[in-house]
């Protein structure tokens, strides 16, 4: 896969059950940080299969509702992948709009490591922690 799929295939994977071939993208000790998260919620993800668990639960949380084709940039070491996602709370009903950036390194084929980054207001008001 082109550093273009991986990235793309990673981002597709927000709230989908894991299908074969999705733990491939990622190295073994592959490494997702999720830079503005806030206190109390997930940092930093360790190995391909809590990455794909964390994907795969978000739709446990919310219902998407709509998610663009990201916009993907090459880059020396990777892949930057700007995207949205449009979604409703299932705790809640609210409304969940959040523009993201995803920063993955890839080395020998497969994902390394993932930074990706939001805007944590709209996580705590979706949630209603604020």
């Known amino acids: 896969m082109s550093n273009t799929e991986l990235i ?3 981002v597709g994977l927000v709230g ?3 299908q074969p071939g999705d733990r491939e993208i990622y190295h073994e000790d592959v490494v997702m940080t999720l830079m503005y998260s806030p206190e109390g919620h997930t940092h930093t993800l360790n190995g391909p299969d809590t990455i794909l668990k ?3 639960r978000i739709e446990e ?9 990201p916009r993907i940039v090459e880059t020396t070491t990777g892949a930057i992948a700007e995207y949205q996602g449009d979604m409703i709370c299932r705790e809640n009903n609210n409304a969940y709009h ?3 950036v995803a920063i993955a390194e890839i080395v020998d084929g497969k994902i390394k490591a993932v930074r990706e980054y939001y805007d944590p207001i709209r996580v705590l008001k979706a949630f209603g922690e604020m």
């Open 98 to 100: 959040q523009d993201y």
């Open 16 to 18: 989908r059950p894991t």
């Open 8 to 10: 793309r295939h990673h």
């Open 54 to 56: 964390f994907m795969a």
């Open 61 to 69: 949380f919310f219902e998407i509702v709509s998610r663009p084709e």
